[in-house]
């Protein structure tokens, strides 16, 4: 019986598409491959909790580099490692260099930038075949025109009980909470965030049943937690910017219930089967909803949306703006009435 078959997967750069692609990991790992995932640093921790990864390799490439020389010297220093296939997520030219100088002899993508040289297993995109994102690249794993899967496994990510109490002792939190955690940043951008005095509303109703309040998000989202935090009275507690990826995955895994903007902790949360609220604004719910049973979507569905801008273009805001704290909280309590 000769060895399993060996995998690169060239990561997307966002948490959120890495999560995205889990689906495809499975596939690829149930058919008995050995993955390892070419990804940058902070996916890293995410990759770690992923049953399906078996080596992380460091991408030194930031979002936007081009970086030629470093590329052909990284797949170069990839050559021997007896690759059968790269799998490159990413649509860019230059994410495809990399397999290539690694000479790879398999290496699939989309077509993409004119990567006709760089791939030689191509597939189309039929974006109205396949509207999530996740069912794009799970497509990947099989023959190009082949006809889609009926369903895809789940996201699932990894966090003991052991590890949950480890990141509450870290952070000096009550090893025996199961909070309610508000996932307040959206890497993205302002349009995906709802606004702060909602979510201090919202605070301060939930604070009235018991349990604590806790805000997760990067070191970007500690000012915006602050605020959430002061406008809430004290219900809140600020732990954006505190935490590492890590622990965040295990404060989450112990949450009662979680409401998000669509970033990447809500794909943490959906990965992990957590009651989950997910609040929809600039983006879409279709290209990439939170994939479990256990998340409620909310989404004013106005005329202007989904309009996938940074910033509001017309001024207003009113997608996130009009989604009021107690649809969010008549949400939460349908969750809690609902069968895990």
């Given at each position: 019986m000769g060895r399993p078959a060996r995998i690169l997967v060239v990561a997307?750069?966002?948490?959120?598409?890495?999560?995205?692609?889990?689906?495809?990991?499975?596939?690829?790992?149930?058919?008995?491959?050995?993955?390892?995932?070419?990804?940058?640093?902070?996916?890293?921790p995410l990759l770690g909790r992923m049953a399906e990864v078996r080596r992380v390799i460091a991408s030194p490439f930031r979002h936007g580099d081009f970086a030629f020389a470093a590329r052909r010297a990284l797949g170069r220093d990839l050559a021997g490692a007896g690759y059968d296939e790269a799998v490159v997520l990413p649509n860019s030219w230059k994410s495809a260099l990399v397999p290539f100088f690694a000479r790879i002899p398999k290496r699939t993508g989309f077509t993409g930038e004119a990567r006709i040289g760089l791939l030689n297993n191509r597939?189309?995109?039929?974006?109205?075949?396949?509207?999530?994102?996740?069912?794009?690249?799970?497509?990947?794993?099989?023959?190009?025109?082949?006809?889609?899967?009926q369903s895809l496994p789940r996201p699932r990510l990894l966090s003991s009980p052991a590890q949950q109490q480890a990141s509450k002792a870290a952070l000096g939190l009550d090893p025996a909470a199961e909070p309610t955690i508000f996932c307040p940043g959206a890497e993205y951008g302002p349009a995906k965030r709802w606004p702060a005095r909602h979510f201090a509303e919202l605070a301060r109703r939930l604070a009235a049943d018991g349990g604590p309040i806790w805000l997760l998000g990067t070191a970007k989202d500690t000012t915006v937690g602050d605020e959430i935090a002061a406008l809430s009275g004290g219900a809140a507690r600020n732990l954006c910017g505190r935490t590492t990826l890590e622990q965040a995955i295990d404060l989450i895994a112990?949450?009662?219930?979680?409401?998000?903007?669509?970033?990447?902790?809500?794909?943490?949360?959906?990965?992990?089967?957590?009651?989950?609220?997910?609040?929809?604004?600039?983006?879409?719910?279709?290209?990439?909803?939170?994939?479990?049973?256990?998340?409620?979507?909310?989404?004013?569905?106005?005329?202007?949306?989904?309009?996938?801008?940074?910033?509001?273009?017309?001024?207003?805001?009113?997608?996130?703006?009009?989604?009021?704290?107690?649809?969010?909280?008549?949400?939460?309590?349908d969750l809690a009435h609902a069968q895990p």
């Open positions: 997307p750069s966002w948490i959120g598409d890495m999560l995205m692609a889990q689906p495809l990991l499975t596939r690829l790992a149930a058919r008995g491959a050995e993955i390892d995932v070419l990804a940058p640093d902070w996916c890293a597939h189309r995109l039929d974006k109205a075949a396949r509207p999530q994102l996740a069912q794009r690249y799970a497509q990947l794993a099989d023959a190009p025109g082949a006809l889609p899967p112990c949450a009662r219930q979680v409401v998000s903007n669509d970033s990447g902790l809500m794909h943490v949360t959906a990965a992990l089967d957590r009651p989950l609220v997910a609040l929809y604004g600039s983006s879409s719910p279709t290209y990439t909803p939170p994939l479990s049973p256990r998340a409620r979507i909310l989404s004013l569905d106005l005329p202007c949306s989904p309009c996938f801008q940074r910033e509001c273009p017309l001024g207003h805001l009113k997608c996130l703006e009009d989604l009021a704290p107690e649809q969010v909280l008549i949400t939460l309590g």
